[in-house]
């Protein structure tokens, strides 16, 4: 059974910071790419980052370029999303995916 469980996600302030962390589980994790997903009420869900199999490489939605860093740990099946100069706009769900599977979602809420 596959799963993806991610966890971080909160209330912050506009400039605040927050980390995403998703676990995946039944599949061989370092064998795929990963990238998290955001969809905001009313919007399409759309690739905010990805990060290759090994995590050299990485792309990035030009929303979060510069912001929002993408990276993995293999040795513990975990993809993270570090969010730093948060704006209400990214404001979302945020969903991690690896080999067409997805996670349940996190909230992010920037708000003051």
């Known amino acids: 059974q596959v799963q993806l469980v991610e966890s971080g996600g909160g209330l912050v302030q506009p400039g605040g910071s927050l980390r995403l962390s998703c676990t995946v589980s039944g599949i061989a994790f370092r064998l795929y790419s990963a990238a998290w997903y955001r969809q905001a009420p009313g919007k399409q869900r759309e690739l905010v980052a990805r990060?290759?199999?090994?995590?050299?490489?990485?792309n990035y939605a030009d929303s979060v370029r510069g912001r929002f860093t993408i990276s993995r740990d293999n040795t513990k099946n975990t993809v993270y999303l570090q969010m730093n100069s948060l704006k209400p706009e990214d404001t979302a769900v945020y969903y991690c995916?690896?080999?067409?599977?997805w996670g349940q979602g996190t909230q992010v809420t920037v708000s003051s």
């Open positions: 990060v290759s199999l090994g995590g050299a490489t990485t």
């Open positions: 995916m690896c080999k067409d599977y």
